[in-house]
């Protein structure tokens, strides 16, 4: 998820535009034109959980735009959505609705809600490319004369209706006009309106394939097998089962091909050798030096664990999610799912933070916001912050399982399920509470675009640039001058009880459980040259895996849930990496 300015109001001197809709609609894509920005926008409801706010120039006006996470009804039923309902109660100079051209009637619902907010107002009627496919035209000239107020039909994806958008928003500025709200029930107004400006021809039947609420497809409505199949435990299980295995095998093939035939070459065969040359020429404190270019020098480990061991499995993650993203086969996956996660006190498309958990544990924690109870938003957080590595990590257990056998990751990945499915279990059985009954839209099928998955690849590149390997670097520096100066094996000794009376490792592993309250993944890179046996690697990548969130996400866990619920999560990870890791280390000795 990439990163967004908060909240906050209009900068001075700024027009406040807010841009809402039903979720699912294209408003991120609007607001990343408009805005020059990069927010997160996938094919799914809830991809905007909260406020992102960006400026931008229509005519003479400097405009603060605010995107709103998507909303069906101004009856708030969720955290995510109350948030868009508050902003449209405080003062705003224009309201962007926007519309779904391909569900028009249950968009225009809204939008004859959010008229009544008195605010000036102008309706973009997106996603006209999936509409005309299906044989659906709408008379966005009529629609403006009914509504009273602008209509502008576009294809946000393509960056087409914007030029026309600019011209009305700068107009609505200049001029003002508060709109007459339509009189009589809303859901009668909006059927009425859209038998009127909407033609369809053809066979229209995609139109009713998957309806825009509800996970179930209508009983009554002719659905066509290749989308129904995708949702039926056969043979949707069979697919889905094959689209993982085949997301596991590229994310994986990909990473390590780019990591073992691009970057290690490049880097240890020409870049550290110059480095190393060039330090050992120009610097003569043999301290300096070795902080530079020794165990841990900054030079050396801060250039080869966040972008030739980490970086290559972001790319290959984010480039495989993006595509399932933007396909729409994500909440096909979850209803799949729904029986199972029901189980340990969750929904099928809590399925999808998950997944998002296995990039970075922030967004998948955030993502719930929009589809869960209290209750199941805490199980799914623990679940998140104790067993699911990401991207890093993941990246990071690679490096140091695979080389020394590969049997080892499947080990660890059906360690992290087994926890995670106990720790649901658990949980469901003490957090009071209810499950949610949200009703998870199923949005349509589409083809992903290559100008989105670039840009949402470029977006999450950046994110972890930033977020990820600069902290990194960071932790290394530090390391490598905690190292120089004895601290570390100071600290090594004041942890090596743990370390090697109860974990059976070497003292100098003491290191990483101090590095991995910065970042997750050093609680295992730094076990990379240590000649760990197979037993060793094990109980080194559970601890890892196990061991406290990264600090960033315990200030996530902590703003979402309260600071007594961040410490328990804290108590509970380092608990579970030790029991974990000391058991392993037992057993171990046995095989
Ligand atoms: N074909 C087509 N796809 C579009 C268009 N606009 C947006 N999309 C796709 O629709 C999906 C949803 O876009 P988002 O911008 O994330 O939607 P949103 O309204 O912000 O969604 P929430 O944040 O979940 O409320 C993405 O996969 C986009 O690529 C369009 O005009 N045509
Ligand atoms: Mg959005």
Redesign the pocket.
């Known amino acids: 998820m990439a990163c967004h300015t908060p909240a906050g109001s209009a900068p001075q001197g700024h027009k406040e535009v807010l841009l809402i ?1 039903p ?7 609007v607001f990343n034109h408009l805005t020059g920005m990069n927010v997160s ?3 799914y ?4 959980v909260d406020i992102a706010r960006g400026t931008g120039r229509f005519g003479e006006f400097p405009v603060s735009l605010v995107d709103l ?2 909303t069906y009804t101004l009856a708030a039923s969720n955290q995510a959505e109350e948030v868009a309902t508050d902003m449209l109660a405080g003062p705003a100079d224009l309201v962007l609705i ?1 519309a779904d051209a391909v569900h028009l009637e249950s968009s225009l619902f809204l939008v004859l809600q959010i008229l009544e907010a008195g605010h000036p107002a102008i309706v973009i009627l ?2 006209i ?2 509409a005309r496919r299906r044989g659906i035209e709408v008379d966005a000239g009529l629609l403006a004369e009914r509504l009273g107020v602008p209509v502008v039909p ?4 393509r960056s087409e209706g914007f030029d026309a958008l600019r011209h009305e928003v700068v107009q609505a500025l200049r001029e003002p006009r508060v709109p007459v709200p339509l009189r009589g029930d809303p859901w009668e107004i909006s059927e009425e309106l859209c038998r009127a400006v909407q033609q369809t021809s053809g066979d229209d039947s995609d139109l009713h394939d998957l309806p825009p609420h509800g996970a179930v497809p209508h009983p009554r409505r002719r659905i066509r097998f290749g989308e129904n199949a995708l949702i039926q435990p056969w043979p949707g299980l069979l697919i889905a089962g094959l689209a993982l295995l085949t997301a596991v095998g590229i994310i994986v093939g990909l990473g390590m091909g780019m990591r073992q035939f691009l970057l290690l070459p490049l880097v240890r065969g020409h870049l550290f050798p110059l480095l190393r040359s060039l330090v050992t020429a120009l610097v003569g404190q043999e301290m300096i030096r070795n902080i530079l270019i020794g165990e841990y020098g900054l030079l050396i480990k801060g250039i080869e664990w966040p972008f030739t061991l980490v970086l290559p499995y972001v790319i290959s993650f984010y480039l495989v999610i993006s595509i399932m993203e ?1 396909t729409g086969y994500l909440p096909r996956f979850a209803v799949l799912l729904d029986g199972a996660f029901g189980k340990i006190g969750l929904r099928g498309s809590h399925s999808i933070s998950l997944l998002l958990g296995y990039g970075c544990a922030i967004p998948g924690i955030l993502s719930s916001r929009a589809m869960g109870s209290r209750k199941e938003r805490i199980i799914l957080a623990t679940m998140i912050s104790l067993a699911v590595p990401c991207i890093s990590q993941t990246g990071a257990i690679f490096a140091l399982l695979a080389e020394a056998n590969l049997l080892l990751v499947p080990v660890i990945f059906l360690l992290s399920f087994m926890v995670m499915i106990g720790a649901g279990l658990i949980l469901d059985r003490l957090v009071p509470g209810t499950r949610s009954r949200l009703v998870y839209e199923m949005p349509v099928l ?1 083809v992903p ?1 290559r100008r ?1 998955i670039l840009r949402k690849m470029i977006g999450q590149i950046r994110h972890y640039i930033i977020d990820g390997a600069l902290p990194m670097v960071v932790a290394v520096g530090i390391a490598s001058v905690l190292y120089e100066t004895g601290i570390l094996a100071y600290l090594g000794r004041f942890l090596a009880p743990l370390v090697t009376g109860w974990l059976r490792l070497p003292e100098e592993a003491a290191v990483p459980l101090v590095l991995g309250v910065v970042r997750r993944e050093l609680t295992v890179l730094p076990l990379l040259d240590m000649g760990l046996s197979p037993v060793q690697l094990l109980v080194g990548a559970s601890v890892g895996l196990f061991y406290v969130p990264c600090i960033a996400v315990v200030a996530t866990l902590s703003r979402e849930f309260g600071v007594r619920i961040a410490f328990g999560h804290l108590l509970l990870t380092v608990a579970t990496a030790f029991l974990v890791g000391g058991v392993i280390a037992r057993v171990g000795a046995f095989l």
């Not at 409801?45 to 905007?48: K, Q």
């Not at 576009?154 to 994806?157: D, H, K, R």
């Open positions: 809709g979720p699912n609609v294209g408003k991120s894509v926008m996938a094919n409801a809830g991809t905007t996470p998507g926007v997106n996603r490319d999936v576009t294809v946000a994806v933007d589409l675009q989105v």
